[in-house]
């Protein structure tokens, strides 16, 4: 009888966040427990090398756990405590082909069976250029961004900018826009990664994927 390996303690934590993603029971890690995990799984993947490539996040994510940061005055960062999201409150994020990206196609991001389908890929295009979709809903009310990404495999570095926006109530849309951060008019795929947010990603699996943000916090996201 072969015996199954014994996962090292920050796996088996993160595979508990995930069952209880997918069963929705209250029996799951405490907010330290996750934290502790998450950075263990971070230094774990920096010291193997470990990268990812963007077709591994291709799918709808929602968010499940997140740290709030805190400033130190002598400057830097510490991570803030932890928390799971409410089940009245989902946020969701979505990573698509570029070629893929429909125009204004905000409300029908989070179910796939009224999501439009991707085009084929085409090959002539950079595979590492994505599509976000990030959205927030609370109630009847639903706010969507869309926008370009660009996946740097090497550094799991997802750098991103949000170019719509679109506020949703039921199946009605009250506002669709451009939306804009700052006066910049530089082209995204000219703008360096310095200048745009994006998450520095750890841990991608196909039920869950976890990352640190531009401002120093941790997320889980599990798959919807």
């Known amino acids: 009888m072969v015996e199954s390996p014994v996962l ?11 069952q209880s993603a997918q069963t929705r029971s209250a029996d799951r890690p405490t907010p330290n ?40 005055q002598q400057g830097g960062i510490t991570l803030g405590r932890g928390f799971y999201l409410p089940g009245f409150v989902q946020a969701q994020i979505g990573f698509d082909r570029a070629e893929g990206f429909v125009a204004g196609d905000v409300q029908n991001s989070e179910d796939s069976n009224t999501h439009p389908p991707a085009q084929p890929l085409d090959e002539t295009l950079d595979p590492a250029h994505l599509q976000i979709r990030n959205q927030l809903r609370v109630g009847l009310f639903r706010l969507g961004f869309l926008g370009p990404a660009r996946y740097r495999s090497p550094k799991n570095l997802l750098a991103f900018d949000f170019t719509q926006i679109q506020f949703d109530f039921l199946t009605t849309a009250l506002y669709h826009g451009k939306f804009r951060r700052g006066k910049t008019q530089t082209p995204f795929e000219q703008r360096p990664i310095a200048q745009l947010p994006f998450f520095s990603f750890f841990l991608v699996t196909d039920q869950m994927i976890a990352a640190r943000g531009r401002g120093g916090g941790l997320a889980i996201w599990t798959k919807a």
Request: glycine fraction near 4%.
């Open 8 to 18: 090292p303690d920050y796996q088996q934590v993160l595979m508990a966040v995930a």
């Open 33 to 72: 427990q996750v934290i502790e995990a998450l950075i263990a799984a971070e230094k774990a993947t920096k010291h193997q090398h470990r990268t990812y490539t963007p077709d591994e996040l291709i799918g709808q994510w929602r968010l499940y756990f997140a740290t709030g940061v805190r400033k130190r």
